[in-house]
């Protein structure tokens, strides 16, 4: 998730997106409103998957089997939507809010705001992934995670900050990016964009230790991890790198590469059936291609 500056523009809250051509029942390609400028996924309930707007502050909903959806959050002037998840538990939608210096939770059926978390000393919120008991975003500008507790009832705590220590140093440009939960429920992993390099991360001390790889995954940004496979976007390379980890999380092989002619800058990616379904954001390149979101196939 680059940081970019993009025009606000106008969005028609009741249109409607066409669905593509019948198939196994998900979608090949999905086309999003012109200018919608996506940049965060997340699967919900069924079939369902949420997109976010960068410079719009709205969320896209849609059907991957039909490929069919609408606005669910309207935009918002001064809002940036980045990654977002998904807390299907109490119907909610944890969004990082990139350069606009926030964190928004919205209602996941309605779109109706239901809290905010101004942060006037973040850098760049970029992304967050959700464990049982909070919700962690990463700051790609600011050596820390935020982290909003979430109760047994679903109320939200008061947001804290958590120092990053350890191996993980920030750099020049953006540093940390994607974030997802480790294995076994042994804390968190993360990427650093600029150098390609994943590190796991405890959530309670901020401690940080690398994981080694055969080699880096530069302009590593979104993640997701299934068992000890981490799927890693490369947004500028265009591909997505699967990284098989090891057992005690202290070194992981690119195992392969999965790549799309499609993708356009992708940033996210999310899990349905099969397949990952991953967001071109294309950044400051023109948006006049319907490939907006595009399936690729798992690697086994």
Same mark, same amino acid.
């Given at each position: 998730m680059l940081r970019k500056a993009l025009p606000l523009t106008v969005l028609i809250l009741a249109l409607l997106v066409p669905a593509a051509p019948?198939?196994?029942?998900?979608?090949?390609?999905?086309?999003?409103?012109? %200018? #919608?400028?996506?940049e965060g996924i997340a699967s919900g309930r069924g079939d369902s998957f949420y997109v976010g707007s960068i *410079?719009? +502050?709205?969320?896209?909903?849609?059907? =991957?089997?039909?490929? %069919?959806?609408? &606005?669910?959050? *309207?935009?918002?002037e001064g809002r940036s939507h980045t990654g977002l998840k998904v807390d299907?538990?109490?119907?909610?939608?944890? &969004?990082?809010? +990139? /350069?606009?210096?926030?964190?928004? &939770? =919205?209602d996941s059926r309605t779109g109706a705001d239901v809290a905010t978390f101004e942060l006037p000393d973040a850098g760049f919120i970029n992304d967050v992934v959700l464990t049982r008991d909070a919700a962690y975003f990463t700051d790609s500008l600011v050596q820390q995670l935020y982290r909003i507790p979430i109760g047994r009832k679903g109320e939200l705590g008061e947001l804290e900050r958590i120092p990053l220590?350890? %191996?993980?140093? #920030?750099? /020049? %440009? #953006? !540093? &940390? !990016?994607?974030?997802?939960?480790?294995?076994g429920g042994r804390g968190l992993i993360v990427v650093k964009s600029n150098t390609g390099q994943l590190y796991r991360v405890d959530p309670r001390s901020g401690d940080t230790r690398e994981i080694v790889l055969d080699q880096p995954v530069t302009n590593g940004d979104g993640i997701l991890r299934h068992g000890h496979t981490l799927y890693v976007v490369q947004n500028r390379d265009n591909r997505i790198a699967a990284v098989k980890l090891d057992g005690r999380l202290r070194s992981g092989r690119v195992r392969s590469f999965l790549t799309d002619p499609r993708l356009d800058v992708p940033t996210t990616i999310a899990p349905f059936r099969n397949f990952i379904y991953a967001v071109n954001a294309r950044f400051d390149l023109p948006d006049n291609d319907d490939d907006d979101i595009v399936r690729l196939r798992a690697s086994r």
């Open positions: 019948a198939g196994s029942g998900a979608q090949s390609s999905i086309a999003l409103p012109q %200018e #919608f400028r996506p *410079p719009q +502050g709205a969320v896209f909903r849609g059907s =991957y089997r039909t490929g %069919e959806g609408a &606005v669910l959050v *309207p935009p918002h299907t538990r109490f119907g909610r939608l944890f &969004v990082s809010g +990139g /350069d606009s210096q926030g964190i928004y &939770v =919205y220590t350890g %191996e993980l140093q #920030f750099t /020049d %440009e #953006f !540093n &940390v !990016n994607g974030i997802d939960t480790a294995p």
